[in-house]
């Protein structure tokens, strides 16, 4: 485990909220996990290029024009909460 | 009265083009498997028999004015529950997605229907397809057909199920570490995972984009190609989909095939490699060139993918924020609600790789971890190349041992990431890989082989392993859940 690991700092970049139980528990394990990844360490692979799409292709992206998509209400559908069309969410701030 | 349970897809599609029985009857008999076994087994979060019964019946009016719409026309097909049939939940058992509803079809439930597929239902995974033994869905995990105190195998334990036990001829599933080939191997039944690229991963929930490829579940080689040429082909949704042709290998006796060293080794059960050990001396009988083959990368697998893995994970499943579907806990400001409807939509396992993979991609950390996984993949993915310069198939075991008990590998997440030890491998190097069954061990439970090919050889590697499972020949399927309920 890298000396510095903040499981708080790094929960609330992931924006999920932890218990004390849970902080101490993930803590453990993501400690286990890091030891046994740390094995790439040991690699001389600086040269090697980094793999993004595992054929070595580059991904296409469709032409620029409008095509069928979902219609506003069906869009709408699965919002937890809703006000005049739109997505309605607490304030950013307090 | 047809016997679902040991029919193929292929036999199944005999019958109703020959009309030994009708489709309407075929839908009946899963159904009647599934009422004997889903209080058990619990193959699948969602059944659609009222659904299923309707298409049947429209599969055998078009039979009856001989507008048969193929091989797939009437045949039960379940879906794994990670991806989209609109109209229907997609869970991804997941607390999170509980009341979500699916606004549009995926691409490759697109292509089904238009071959008349019946869709029986929604099958269990690992909440979002995380995890190697269905004990991570938010909604109780699956059981194994050959055991019920046996896990199915993860993250697709439910299709996996639902094919063994004969409720589906065929299922779905999705593969990013081994979710098709090792709930497959646990179950005794085909599973497939393609070339990267060459089915649509539009519709499905994604995990890990660089690694999920979907792939089917059948009881046969042949049945998964049926199901697997249905369902791949370029689609404009899925900026990683290919166009490239198939290439074709030796399929028959002059095909060579390479053992894969590292894969016969430490971490694996001494039946299983002689399991495997078995299905090579066939192959040598049959006059086939056998070599042992290196990859030594391959024992850094797991470290590259569980650093790859959660990175990719981490983004993507940043869009379930309680803003726009899914669950939502209140809060004061915007975030404190996401992040106390993450806290509470996630399962463990799901909130270990959001922070693995958060802290992998933090400032500082990119390149010792996220970077050098991505150039280590890269050293995995020329080393397959090479050794596919002398070999046409690799074969290995699926998985380090038989299916496990509940409860076997929870207390260290290390040692459940192990039982992807050899699946792994081929989805970072986008290769297509099979897992069929070649027996039972003492307790009764399946073992299996793993094929592999190169990129783009999807169609010979299902034909070599028709060929291998006929020298092979098992057959059996669980028992059990046959009796009228």
């Given amino acids: 485990m890298p000396k510095d690991f903040d499981i708080q700092a790094i929960a609330k970049l992931a924006l999920i909220e932890l218990n004390s139980e849970e902080e101490s528990k993930l803590s453990e394990d993501l400690g286990i996990i890091l030891e046994h990844v740390d094995a790439l360490s040991t690699l001389s692979i600086d040269d090697s290029d980094m793999t993004i799409h595992p054929l070595g292709i580059e991904l296409e992206l469709r032409e620029d024009t409008v095509q069928d998509g979902l219609d506003h209400k069906e869009s709408m559908r699965n919002a937890p909460d809703e006000k005049d069309g739109f997505f309605q969410v607490p304030p950013s701030m307090d | ?485």
Avoid at chain 2, 260 to 283: H, P
Avoid at chain 2, 310 to 339: I, Q
């Fill in chain 2, 1 to 485: 009265m047809v016997d679902i349970s040991n029919l193929t897809l292929k036999e199944a599609h005999e019958g109703l083009k020959n009309k030994s029985f009708t489709a309407l009857e075929l839908i009946e008999e899963s159904f009647k498997v599934a009422a004997n076994s889903e209080s058990v087994l619990h193959a699948h979060l969602l059944l659609m028999q009222d659904e299923a019964v309707a298409d049947a019946k429209e599969t055998d009016k078009r039979i009856s004015k001989g507008k048969m719409l193929g091989e797939l026309d009437g045949i039960p097909i379940s879906i794994k529950d990670n991806m989209n049939l609109k109209g229907y939940g997609t869970t991804c058992s997941s607390k999170i997605l509980a009341n979500y509803v699916s606004p549009y079809d995926a691409t490759v439930i697109s292509k089904l229907k238009e071959k008349g597929t019946v869709f029986i239902g929604k099958t269990n995974l690992d909440e979002f397809a995380m995890g190697s033994s269905t004990e991570n869905s938010a909604y109780g995990p699956s059981k194994n057909p050959w055991d019920p105190d046996c896990v199915p195998g993860g993250s697709s334990g439910g299709s996996a199920a639902a094919v063994s036990v004969g409720t589906a001829l065929g299922s779905l599933g999705s593969d990013t570490g081994g979710s098709i080939r090792q709930p497959a191997s646990f179950c005794g039944v085909v599973g497939f995972k393609p070339t990267y690229g060459t089915v649509s991963r539009y519709g499905l929930i994604a995990f890990a984009s660089s690694l999920d490829q979907i792939g089917p579940f059948a009881k046969t080689a042949e049945d998964t190609k049926i199901i697997y040429e249905a369902i791949s082909g370029y689609d404009t949704r899925d900026s990683t989909s290919i166009k490239l042709n198939q290439r074709e290998l030796p399929e028959g006796q002059s095909a060579k095939v390479g053992v894969l060293k590292e894969l016969m080794g430490e971490g694996i059960a001494d039946d299983v490699k002689s399991e495997v050990e078995k299905v090579i001396k066939l192959l040598e009988k049959e006059g086939h060139e056998i070599t042992e083959v290196s990859l030594p990368m391959t024992k850094m697998a797991i470290s590259i993918y569980y650093l790859i893995a959660p990175a990719e994970c981490s983004a993507n499943l940043a869009r379930f924020d309680g803003v726009r579907y899914g669950l939502r806990v209140d809060g004061k400001t915007s975030y404190e609600m996401t992040e106390k409807t993450r806290a509470e939509g996630f399962g463990d396992e799901v909130k270990r790789r959001i922070l693995l993979g958060t802290y992998a991609l933090s400032a500082g950390y990119y390149d010792a971890y996220y970077g050098q996984a991505l150039k280590a993949r890269n050293q995995v993915i020329n080393e397959f190349k090479n050794v596919f310069k002398k070999v046409d198939y690799l074969i290995s075991p699926t998985t380090p041992s038989t299916a496990f008990k509940f409860g076997e590998k929870t207390s260290n997440p290390l040692e459940m990431y192990m039982s992807d030890l050899c699946t792994i491998p081929a989805n970072l190097a986008g290769i297509p890989a099979i897992s069929i069954p070649t027996g039972l061990d003492k307790q009764g439970m399946p073992y299996s082989v793993q094929l592999m090919s190169p990129e783009l050889t999807d169609i010979s590697l299902l034909n070599f392993s028709s060929y291998v499972e006929k020298l092979v020949d098992f057959q059996d399927t669980p028992t059990k859940w046959r009796k009228d309920p």
